[in-house]
């Protein structure tokens, strides 16, 4: 058989699909619609390989839908609207008993024209839209558009999902039973395949076709890790090293290596990657691994991806080097991160703490009248604009969330708070 296993093995119904049991076990709402036969259009974001093209095919099968695709990439305008009058014909015809579905992959591509020119047909029920993307969606879908589609979220499978995908490959794929196969251990395998069905099932397409048609198939660490690096690319066949690059690029930066952040911007640039998308890496980094080391980080990472929306291609590639170099150079703090961390944790962990009476809002006499900002003490009107005061819920007392860290921008602000807090004259 010609055809990769990863087709081979693609499920046809919800019984044979294998992850997302929050979408399509029992009782969820995926499993729902299918049930009934109305499907609402909506957008599946998730990683690669975790089953978002299987599950759109699935749903249209499962309700005997027409079923139409477009690739966000090789698609244009022309493209949109010749598919959505088929589909309009199809919605008309007297033959057809559910409204079609229309399946956009890697809708996060599509410019907003392109966006725009879905809308009418979602609105007036020509087609019932199933989007997948990699991206949040509320970054790359315009906000008509997503308010007309519900977003539903894919996760990585388990290891306990990957095993049952191994178990599955093994015992039901033609090829692959009619040859000895020994498996000794998973854990590598397991961890190349990163939460990702096509890159294991690429994985066991590779020790397949590297292993003579007379020798025993073994699936262990070290064979694995072996015949992966001899040919990097066999479990990359449709793109998930773009995760891998970025991620490459991220660290780099966060290391402070300005020559293999600028390496791996090229790297991206060269493979097609969008700009928007390397410069909202760039403004995360600056936020989160450069932070109050350095505010204006944020800054110049706002101003990239502003500049990159005026100027375009190929010149765009000049900010975002300007941008990677300055930030990969720049001192680094992650405290802002840890501290939103820690107060979202703590907010958690003790609920709803009501606001103390002398911080809340007074706007009618009722309030006041009930202590509604009572004793509140207005900062400007004392030394310095400082006065010492409660201002966390009274259960909490002064719990400390923000952990200076070792840099001098963050140590003058660390040493101006102790001097506030500490010093007698203020409180």
């Known amino acids: 058989m010609n055809l990769p296993l990863a087709e081979r093995l693609r499920p046809h119904s919800l019984d044979d699909y294998i992850g997302q049991t929050h979408l399509v076990g029992p009782g969820t709402i995926l499993r729902g619609m299918i049930a009934t036969g109305n499907v609402s259009s909506f957008i599946l974001w998730g990683p690669p390989g975790v089953g978002k093209t299987t599950l759109a095919k699935i749903i249209a099968n499962s309700v005997d839908a027409p079923f139409y695709t477009l690739s966000a990439v090789h698609s244009g305008v022309k493209d949109v609207r010749d598919v959505l009058e088929r589909c309009r014909i199809e919605a ?50 315009i906000r008509p558009l997503l308010s007309r589609a519900q977003v539903y979220v894919l996760n990585p499978l388990s290891e306990d999902e990957l095993k049952q995908l191994l178990d599955r490959a093994l015992t039901y794929d033609p090829v692959l039973k009619s040859r000895n196969v020994r498996v000794e251990s998973t854990t590598a395998l397991f961890r190349f395949a990163g939460g990702d069905a096509r890159k294991l099932l690429n994985i066991l397409d590779l020790l397949l076709q590297s292993t003579p048609e007379n020798e025993e198939i073994l699936i262990d660490d070290s064979v694995v890790t072996d015949r992966l690096q001899k040919n990097p690319a066999a479990y990359d066949k449709n793109g998930e090293m773009h995760y891998d690059i970025i991620s490459a690029f991220i660290k780099s930066v966060r290391g402070s290596d300005p020559d293999a952040a600028v390496y791996w911007l090229a790297r991206m640039i060269e493979g097609g990657e969008e700009p928007e998308f390397i410069a909202r890496r760039l403004c995360i980094l600056a936020a989160e691994d450069v932070g109050l080391a350095n505010p204006n980080a944020l ?24 941008c990677t170099v300055y930030l990969a150079t720049s001192p680094k703090s992650n405290s802002a991160y840890m501290a939103i961390n820690d107060a979202l944790e703590l907010v958690r962990s003790t609920g709803n703490q009501p606001v103390p009476l002398h911080l809340r809002n007074a706007p009618t006499a009722l309030m006041k009248k009930m202590g509604y900002g009572a004793d509140y003490k207005y900062s400007h009107n004392y030394p310095g604009h400082f006065v010492r005061q409660q201002f966390m819920p009274d259960s909490l007392g002064h719990p400390t969330l923000w952990h200076p860290a070792d840099n001098p921008a963050e140590q003058r602000s660390a040493a101006l708070q102790y001097e506030r807090w500490h010093d007698s004259s203020k409180k």
Do not use: C
């Open 92 to 141: 008309a015809s007297m033959f057809t008993a559910r409204r079609p579905i229309l399946f956009i992959d890697e809708i996060h591509r599509f410019n907003k024209s392109q966006q725009d020119s879905l809308l009418a047909a979602v609105e007036t029920g020509v087609v019932t839209l199933i989007g997948a993307t990699t991206e949040n969606p509320s970054f790359e879908v």
């Open 299 to 322: 800054l110049l990472a706002n101003a990239t991806f502003d500049v990159i929306h005026k100027i375009g291609w190929p010149e765009g590639r000049i900010p975002l080097a300007e």
